[in-house]
């Protein structure tokens, strides 16, 4: 398979991707205007960029920075960095149509993390112990609500670092961390996740779990941290996929209360445990029964019973960056999309060579569960390899609920494209292809018996495919109307088609 190679892009850390969305005129702004961390921030942000499934009006648009902060003086706070797909590409030096090849090549190029000195860690700058008279993450940290009724403060994008107590390999993902006291965060895990089954194996030798939390760093860490099996089996250092994007190892430095590494550019660090037998409700600290915002564009129920984080220590950068997102933004569409789109990429390329043209994970469909793959039937024998591609895609990403499946001639990033085809090359009973019974994601509130009756268990789906593909022998009666191919520039200077 053909490799694809990012142009030369200078970014290493988060302050040098700002740098550089800096030198475009519709990727960045800033406001020196207080802004209220307990919902007005993501307020703001929801009609300026937020995009996604995210409640209308709202709209794609540039990464945002909140220069004053109320109750925070020494602190920004950034929304939205990756709530772009053109954004992410630029950061990444590739077309936005390739990402996804990108993150499959650099997979299986793949550099492992090497550590540094304490001493070269600008992550370790400041450090706030927890033994420190007065300590308080609440006062340190502007962890912001997303809403009124959010359980508490939450931070959104942090990067959680730990490791197998049995084996030492270590993994890193996102997870909803909900500011509880002074000292301590509560983690959700969506089950099966791999930091959840280090917890658990600590848990039941009755240990607790160092963990860390970095927030603010390279958009290659928060992208690379989302993938998932098969891609990333169980004890694969998904930072090892950052180094491979960059073409050079991620840099990390031992904690100063935990053992437990950080990544070492990090803007803010939080280090603590994950505390054996010992869980909290969500919401005990304003009683709403809500958690916050998430993907599908739902607010969340706070759970009964989650763990915690008993923070030992919190160290930064000076004058640090909190960066933030609004849980079903297209900042989440492209974190969880892009890895999708490479994972299958990768399977199905192996599977049926050079059919599936490439794939997309739309906004629409949060990143998660839905995918568009684009094939090119080459003869009648590629009859039906359509609906194994999909098939494949399912294998590839468990959490995914429909594929659409088009042909070459189809926009797979247009979804008004993708709805065309839907119209003119579907017909229901014989283009749908439904798989009940399968285990899918719990935040699908649709996923539940109260809504379908052939549903056993909340999380339980029936999974579709739908074939808008025309079949191979009729490809001549489907042929979209051909235009000339002119020069638009004659008529509109510095016109780009």
């Known amino acids: 398979m053909s490799k694809t190679l990012p142009r030369n892009v200078d970014v290493h850390d988060l302050r040098s991707a700002l740098a550089l969305l800096q030198t475009y005129d519709d990727e960045y702004i800033e406001t020196n205007e207080p802004v209220d961390p307990e919902a007005e921030l993501s307020g703001v942000y929801r009609y300026v960029g937020a995009g996604g499934t995210v409640q209308r009006p709202t709209r794609v648009g540039p990464a945002m920075m909140f220069n004053k902060v109320k109750g925070y003086p020494d602190v920004r706070v950034l929304i939205g960095l990756l709530a772009s797909r053109q954004r992410v590409a630029r950061m990444f030096g590739v077309p936005k149509e390739k990402l996804g090849f990108l993150l499959r090549d650099s997979v299986d190029n793949a550099i492992a993390p090497v550590v540094i000195p304490r001493e070269q860690a600008a992550c370790q700058e400041v450090v706030h112990l927890a033994t420190d008279p007065g300590f308080d993450l609440r006062t340190l940290l502007p962890a912001p609500k997303n809403t009124p009724e959010d359980a508490g403060p939450y931070f959104t994008l942090g990067m959680c670092y730990a490791a197998d ?121 304003t009683n709403t029964g809500k ?27 000076r004058d640090p960056i909190l960066q933030t997102c609004i849980g079903p933004s297209d900042e989440h569409t492209n974190m969880a999309g892009i890895p999708t789109e490479a994972s299958i990429l990768q399977l199905v390329e192996r599977a049926l060579p050079g059919f599936v043209q490439n794939v997309h994970c739309p906004s629409p469909g949060t990143g998660k ?52 085809a839907m119209t003119t090359r579907y017909q229901g009973d014989v283009s749908t292809v439904f798989i009940p019974g399968v285990r899918c994601h719990p935040l699908d509130p649709s996923q539940d018996p109260a809504f379908s009756p052939s549903i056993r268990d909340h999380g339980i789906t029936c999974k579709a495919i739908f074939d808008c593909t025309v079949p191979y022998k009729l490809k001549a009666n489907f042929q979209r109307s051909q235009f000339m191919d002119v020069d638009v520039s004659r008529f509109i ?4 088609k």
């Open 291 to 317: 958690a916050m915002p998430e993907f599908p564009g739902y607010t969340g129920e706070a759970k009964m019973e989650v763990p915690v984080i008993k923070v030992k220590a919190i160290t930064h950068r």
């Open 369 to 420: 569960y839905v995918a568009v793959l684009q094939v090119k039937k080459r003869s009648g024998q590629d009859e039906g390899r359509q609906r194994q591609a999909a098939l494949l895609a399912f294998a590839a990403f468990s959490e995914l609920k429909h594929v659409f499946l088009v042909d070459e001639d189809v926009d797979l990033f247009d979804m008004n494209d993708v709805v065309w």
């Open 165 to 285: 107590p049995e084996t030492g390999e270590h993994d890193v993902t996102i997870h909803r961390l909900c500011v509880q006291s002074k000292d301590e965060i509560s983690m959700y895990f969506v089950p099966g996740r791999h930091l959840d089954q280090f917890r658990i194996k600590a848990e039941q030798a009755g240990k607790a779990l160092p963990i860390t939390i970095s927030i603010g760093v390279d958009p290659a860490i928060e992208i690379g941290a989302c993938f998932e099996p098969p891609t990333t089996p169980l004890g694969f250092d998904e930072l090892s996929i950052a180094g491979g994007l960059r073409g050079r190892a991620v840099e990390l430095v031992e904690g100063v209360a935990v053992g437990a590494r950080a990544i070492a550019n990090a803007e803010i660090v939080i280090e603590g445990e994950l505390m054996p037998n010992y869980r909290v409700r969500e919401d005990q600290n």
């Open 493 to 496: 200077p510095g016109f780009i």
